[in-house]
C-alpha cells in the first residue's frame, strides 16, 4: 500500500516494510522453531485477582500521606505524649507543601489503576463471548476440514495404500482367494444360471453400438468370466480385471482376456473416450461409497460418447436382501440403495442414469425401471428382484 | 511396503538436497506408504574420506534391514546409489560434482593437483557407471543433471521436476525497489555477481541477499570495498516467513549460480510471481526462464545484469507482468508431488 511517488527508500525502510508483511502473514506450520514463536514472556505466571485487589487495598490505605497524626504510642507518659503529637502536628503541616501534591497524586494513579481493571473486564467480557464464536466456527472448519482432507486424499495419485501395498508383496493374502471362489459358487450360482440372467444385458450392450474392436468393453471385476464368455460367444471384442488370482487363473485357462490389478487403477491408465462399455457385476458393494465415486469418474472418463455403463448389485429394497442374505459375503461392504445409485451416476455426469429391477413378463426376463414401481404392500418387498442394475450413459 | 529413501547428510549445511528428502518422505507417508529417510554422514573433504563413505556404501544390503524386508530404495545423493538392493531406483540429485563438471574449476584445483584427487575421480567415474546402470530406474532433478550424466557417464535419465518446499505459500505483494537473492553463500552460488553488478546500476534499486555460508565474509567486505552498504545488505539467516515476504515485496529475483543443479530460487520466484535474472550458464534455472517474457537469461558480467535491474525498475508494470507470465508458465509445467510419486512408485 505504499505510496508509488516516494521514489527511493532506504534499505533501512525496505526492510522495516518486510518485516512488517512477515509478521501480519502468520502461516502456521512454518519455522516453528523461531523465537517469534516460542512461549509468551509471562508464561509460568499465574495473575491472582484477589492478589491485585488487596495490593490496591493497601495502597488506597496508604495513600492518605501526611494526614494522620501518631498516636505516639511509645511514650507512657501522658504528658510527653501530648508533646509529641504536637510536635509531629507541625511537621505535618509544615510537609504539607510535599504531601499534598503527592496525595493528590496517589490518589489519580490509584484511580487510574481502577479504571483499567474494570476496562480489562469489559474487554474479557468482550473477548469471552468472541472465544465461543470463534470455537462455533472452529468446530465448523474442522469439520469442513476434515471433508476436504479426504477429498484431497481421493485425489492423489490411486497409490496402493499400506495395508494393499502390504498384500500386494505378500502372498499369504491370497490364499484366501481360493475361500472366496469356493463361497461363490455356492452362492452365487451356477455358471449357467449367471449366464443366462446375463444375457438380459446383451440388448443393452448391442444399441450402445459396444463389442467392436473401437468401442471394446471392459469387465472390472470379471470373477468366474461368465459375461466375458457371453460376449465372446456373440463375437464381442471385451476384456476383464480382476484381482482375485485364482478366478484370474480360471479365466486365462478358458482362453479370456483378462489382466491383475485394481479396477480403478486400471481405469485411471486408460486414455480419455477409448472404451464402448464398462460393465461391473456385483462390485460396487464390496468399496466404499468414495470409491464408487472415483469409479464413476473414470469410467465417464473412459467411455466414449454414447457409451454405456452397468453396474448390478444387490437390490436392498427387498427386504429379504437388505435384512438379511447381504451380510453373508463377509466381504460385502453396505447396499447401494438403487436411489442413490442413479442420483450419484447423474449428478457425476451420466446421462439417462437409470435403476431397474428384473422383472418377468409372460416367459420372458425384462428389466423395468425402478421408478415404475410402488411399494405399497408388504409383500412388495419381498417379491422385488434381489438384485438391481444401473444403466447410464456418457452423453 | 518398506520404501528406503538412501542420501546423505553434510552435518551443519543446510540446502535443498536435504529439503528434497525429506519432502519426499513426507508426500510418501502422505499417502499411506511406510518412507524412511536412511543417510550416512559425508566429508566432501579429504579423497580418503570420500573413499571410506563409498565404500561403506556399498558394503550396505538393504534387501532386508532386521528381517524387515524393503521393498523399494530410492537413492538420491551420490554415493548411496552405491548400495546393494535388486530393484532400487534412483532419482539423482547430483553426483559428486567436484569430479564431474567442476573438475576445470577454481573449486577443484587441489583435487585436480594431487595423485589422490585424480584416483578418486577415475574411481567414482568408473563405479558411478556401473552402480546407476545398475539401477531399475533412473531419475535425475532436472535437465542438467540428465545431460551431465549422459556426458559423463553415457547413461540416459528421465528428468522428474518436484515442487519447492514453500510452493503452497509464496505469495506476491507490490514490489519494493530492490533485487532478491536469497541462497546458500557460496563461490558456486556467485552472490558477487550481483554485489558488483549494485555498482553499475543507475537506478536507486536495492539489493537483499539472504543466507549464510562461507563466503559470508568476502562479500560483506566486497560490499565495503565498492562503497555499497547503502544499496546491498546480506540479511544471513531469515526465517520462512521474512523469506516468503521478502519474495512477494521484491522487484525481480536474481539467480545466477554457476551450473546449479535445479533451483527452487528460479521456482521460488515464478511462484511469487517476479521476473528472474539468470546467467547463461546457470544451468537448471535456464529450464524454467523464458527470456524476454519471465526473466532474462543475460551473460554472466555485471554491466550486463545492471542493465536488467535498471530496465525491471524503470518499467516496473512491464516487470509485474513479466512475473505474472512466469507464475502462469509455472501453472502451465504442471509440477506436482503427484506426479513424482506416481512415476517412482510405478
Not at chain 1, 425402478?370 to 452423453?395: C, Q, T
Request: aromatic residues 8%; neutral net charge.
Amino acid at each position: 500500500m505504499s505510496a508509488p511517488a516516494k521514489a527511493a527508500p532506504t534499505i533501512e525502510e525496505i526492510m522495516s516494510r518486510i518485516r512488517e508483511d512477515a509478521a501480519r502473514r502468520r502461516i502456521t506450520g512454518l519455522d516453528g522453531a523461531s523465537p517469534a514463536t516460542g512461549p509468551p514472556a509471562t508464561a509460568g505466571f499465574t495473575f491472582n485477582r484477589a492478589e491485585v485487589f488487596q495490593i490496591l487495598q493497601r495502597a488506597e490505605e496508604n495513600a492518605r500521606v501526611g494526614t494522620r497524626v501518631p498516636e505516639m504510642q511509645r511514650f507512657s507518659n501522658p504528658l510527653m505524649r501530648r508533646a509529641a503529637r504536637a510536635v509531629a502536628r507541625v511537621v505535618i503541616l509544615l510537609t504539607q507543601v510535599i504531601t499534598t501534591p503527592q496525595r493528590l497524586f496517589n490518589q489519580t494513579v490509584l484511580q487510574a489503576f481502577n479504571l483499567i481493571i474494570r476496562m480489562q473486564d469489559q474487554q474479557i467480557d468482550q473477548l469471552e463471548k468472541g472465544m465461543a464464536d470463534v470455537k462455533a466456527r472452529l468446530t465448523f472448519q474442522e469439520r469442513a476440514f476434515k471433508d476436504m482432507l479426504q477429498k484431497i486424499r481421493s485425489d492423489l495419485p490411486d497409490l496402493p495404500d499400506s495395508q494393499t501395498a502390504a498384500s500386494a508383496s505378500e502372498p499369504l493374502q491370497h490364499l484366501t482367494d481360493p475361500f472366496y471362489v469356493a463361497f461363490e459358487n455356492q452362492f452365487r450360482g451356477s455358471r449357467e444360471e449367471v449366464t443366462e440372467r446375463l444375457e438380459i444385458y446383451l440388448p443393452v450392450i448391442e444399441a450402445a453400438r459396444a463389442g467392436t474392436p473401437e468401442r471394446r468393453i471392459l469387465d472390472v471385476g470379471s470373477g468366474r468370466g461368465e459375461w466375458l464368455d457371453l460376449l465372446a460367444s456373440r463375437g464381442m471384442e471385451a476384456y476383464g480385471v480382476d484381482v482375485n488370482q485364482s478366478l484370474l487363473q480360471d479365466c486365462q485357462q478358458r482362453g479370456l482376456a483378462v489382466e491383475a490389478g485394481d479396477g480403478i487403477r486400471h481405469l485411471r491408465q486408460l486414455p480419455d473416450a477409448s472404451l464402448g462399455a464398462v460393465t461391473a457385476f456385483h462390485l460396487i458393494e464390496h468399496i466404499t461409497f468414495d470409491r464408487l465415486i472415483d469409479l464413476l469418474d473414470e469410467i465417464l472418463r473412459v467411455l466414449k460418447p454414447g457409451g454405456v455403463v452397468v453396474f448390478e448389485t444387490p437390490n436392498a429394497r427387498n427386504i429379504l436382501v437388505g435384512a438379511g442374505d447381504f451380510y453373508r459375503d463377509p466381504t460385502h461392504r453396505h447396499p447401494v440403495h438403487p436411489d442413490t445409485l442413479a442420483f450419484a451416476a447423474k449428478s457425476r455426469g451420466f446421462a439417462r442414469a437409470n435403476a431397474y429391477f428384473f422383472a418377468r413378463e409372460g416367459d420372458l426376463q425384462i428389466l423395468r425401471p425402478a421408478s415404475e414401481y410402488r411399494f405399497a404392500r408388504l409383500i412388495d418387498y419381498v417379491r422385488v428382484s434381489r438384485d438391481y442394475a444401473l444403466i447410464a450413459y456418457r452423453p | 511396503m518398506n520404501i528406503a529413501i538412501a542420501t546423505v547428510q553434510v552435518p551443519f549445511i543446510h540446502g535443498g538436497a536435504q529439503d528434497l528428502a525429506a519432502q519426499l518422505e513426507a508426500e510418501l507417508c502422505l499417502r499411506g506408504l511406510r518412507a524412511e529417510r536412511i543417510t550416512l554422514p559425508f566429508r566432501f573433504f579429504p579423497p580418503e574420506a570420500v573413499m571410506r563413505c563409498m565404500d561403506t556404501w556399498q558394503a550396505e544390503d538393504f534387501t532386508q534391514i532386521n528381517g524387515y524386508p524393503v521393498e523399494r530404495v530410492i537413492c538420491l545423493s551420490f554415493p548411496s546409489y552405491y548400495l546393494q538392493h535388486p530393484h532400487k531406483l534412483a532419482w539423482l540429485i547430483h553426483q559428486h560434482r567436484a569430479v564431474y563438471e567442476l573438475w576445470d574449476t577454481e573449486p577443484s584445483r587441489e583435487l585436480r593437483q594431487s595423485a589422490a584427487g585424480q584416483a578418486l575421480k577415475a574411481r567414482i567415474w568408473r563405479q558411478d557407471t556401473q552402480s546407476l546402470a545398475q539401477c531399475r530406474r533412473l531419475y535425475t532433478i532436472s535437465k542438467e543433471v540428465s545431460e551431465r550424466l549422459k556426458r559423463f557417464n553415457a547413461l540416459d535419465s528421465q528428468p522428474l521436476y518436484h515442487p519447492p518446499r514453500l510452493a503452497a505459500h509464496l505469495y506476491c505483494a507490490e514490489a519494493e525497489p530492490y533485487v532478491f537473492f536469497p541462497s546458500r553463500l557460496e563461490k558456486l552460488k556467485r552472490q558477487d555477481l550481483l554485489i558488483a553488478a549494485m555498482r553499475h546500476v543507475h537506478t536507486p534499486t536495492k539489493a537483499l541477499i539472504a543466507g549464510e555460508g562461507g563466503m559470508y565474509d568476502y562479500y560483506a567486505a566486497m560490499i565495503s570495498r565498492y562503497g555499497l552498504r547503502q544499496r546491498v545488505r546480506l540479511l544471513g539467516a531469515i526465517s520462512d516467513r521474512e523469506l516468503l515476504a521478502c519474495y512477494a515485496r521484491c522487484l525481480a529475483v536474481f539467480f545466477g549460480p554457476f551450473r546449479e543443479d535445479y533451483g527452487y530460487v528460479t521456482l521460488e520466484a515464478m511462484l511469487a510471481a517476479k521476473p528472474v535474472i539468470c546467467c547463461r550458464d546457470s544451468g537448471g534455472p535456464l529450464e524454467f526462464v523464458v527470456p524476454g517474457q519471465t526473466g532474462y537469461v543475460v551473460e554472466p558480467r555485471a554491466q550486463d545484469i545492471a542493465r536488467c535491474i535498471d530496465e525491471l525498475y524503470r518499467h516496473r508494470r512491464q516487470a509485474a507482468e513479466m512475473g505474472a507470465a512466469g507464475l502462469e508458465h509455472y501453472r502451465n509445467l504442471g509440477i506436482s508431488w503427484g506426479k513424482v510419486i506416481q512415476e517412482l512408485m510405478q
